[in-house]
Protein backbone atom coordinates (compact mmCIF):
# COMPACT_ATOMS: atom_id res chain seq x y z
CA UNK A 1 0.00 0.00 0.00
CA UNK A 2 1.47 3.45 -0.97
CA UNK A 3 2.05 6.21 1.70
CA UNK A 4 -0.24 8.99 2.06
CA UNK A 5 1.62 12.46 0.87
CA UNK A 6 0.26 15.27 2.31
CA UNK A 7 0.95 19.29 2.08
CA UNK A 8 0.65 21.97 4.84
CA UNK A 9 1.90 24.79 6.83
CA UNK A 10 3.80 24.21 9.78
CA UNK A 11 1.89 25.56 12.61
CA UNK A 12 4.15 24.95 15.91
CA UNK A 13 7.96 23.82 16.09
CA UNK A 14 8.83 24.10 20.02
CA UNK A 15 9.25 20.21 20.59
CA UNK A 16 12.89 19.23 19.61
CA UNK A 17 12.67 17.20 16.07
CA UNK A 18 9.12 17.64 15.82
CA UNK A 19 6.56 20.08 13.98
CA UNK A 20 3.01 20.64 13.88
CA UNK A 21 1.64 20.80 10.37
CA UNK A 22 -1.90 21.87 9.58
CA UNK A 23 -2.89 20.74 6.48
CA UNK A 24 -6.24 22.16 4.88
CA UNK A 25 -8.36 20.26 2.65
CA UNK A 26 -11.77 21.47 0.58
CA UNK A 27 -14.68 19.64 -0.33
CA UNK A 28 -17.82 20.13 -1.75
CA UNK A 29 -21.01 20.49 0.89
CA UNK A 30 -23.12 17.25 0.05
CA UNK A 31 -26.29 19.49 0.29
CA UNK A 32 -25.53 23.11 0.57
CA UNK A 33 -23.50 22.97 -2.75
CA UNK A 34 -20.60 25.24 -1.06
CA UNK A 35 -17.03 24.87 -1.27
CA UNK A 36 -15.63 23.89 2.82
CA UNK A 37 -12.40 24.16 3.47
CA UNK A 38 -11.52 21.56 6.84
CA UNK A 39 -8.20 21.68 8.88
CA UNK A 40 -6.84 18.84 10.52
CA UNK A 41 -3.21 19.58 12.58
CA UNK A 42 -0.34 16.44 12.31
CA UNK A 43 2.49 16.17 13.90
CA UNK A 44 5.64 15.16 12.34
CA UNK A 45 8.86 13.98 12.57
CA UNK A 46 11.94 16.71 11.42
CA UNK A 47 15.60 14.96 11.87
CA UNK A 48 17.83 18.37 11.45
CA UNK A 49 15.09 20.89 12.96
CA UNK A 50 15.20 22.58 9.87
CA UNK A 51 11.54 24.14 9.46
CA UNK A 52 9.97 27.51 10.79
CA UNK A 53 6.60 28.23 11.47
CA UNK A 54 5.45 29.63 8.53
CA UNK A 55 6.87 27.21 5.99
CA UNK A 56 5.35 25.02 3.38
CA UNK A 57 5.90 21.37 3.78
CA UNK A 58 5.23 17.55 2.39
CA UNK A 59 4.43 15.08 5.08
CA UNK A 60 4.50 10.94 4.40
CA UNK A 61 2.98 8.83 6.55
CA UNK A 62 5.64 6.41 8.35
CA UNK A 63 5.90 3.82 11.38
CA UNK A 64 5.28 5.75 14.92
CA UNK A 65 8.13 7.09 16.23
CA UNK A 66 6.62 8.25 18.96
CA UNK A 67 2.70 8.25 20.87
CA UNK A 68 1.18 10.67 18.63
CA UNK A 69 4.23 11.32 15.75
CA UNK A 70 2.97 9.25 12.58
CA UNK A 71 4.52 11.32 9.43
CA UNK A 72 7.84 12.62 8.88
CA UNK A 73 8.71 15.77 6.96
CA UNK A 74 9.80 14.95 3.50
CA UNK A 75 10.49 17.85 1.73
CA UNK A 76 9.98 21.74 1.99
CA UNK A 77 6.83 22.09 -0.57
CA UNK A 78 7.13 24.44 -4.18
CA UNK A 79 5.02 27.18 -4.24
Known amino acids: MPKRILQGTVTG ?6 VTVAVERRYKHPLLHKTVRATKKYRAH ?4 SFKIGDKVRIEECAPVSKTKRWRVVTEASA
Open 13 to 18: DQNNQT
Open 46 to 49: DETN
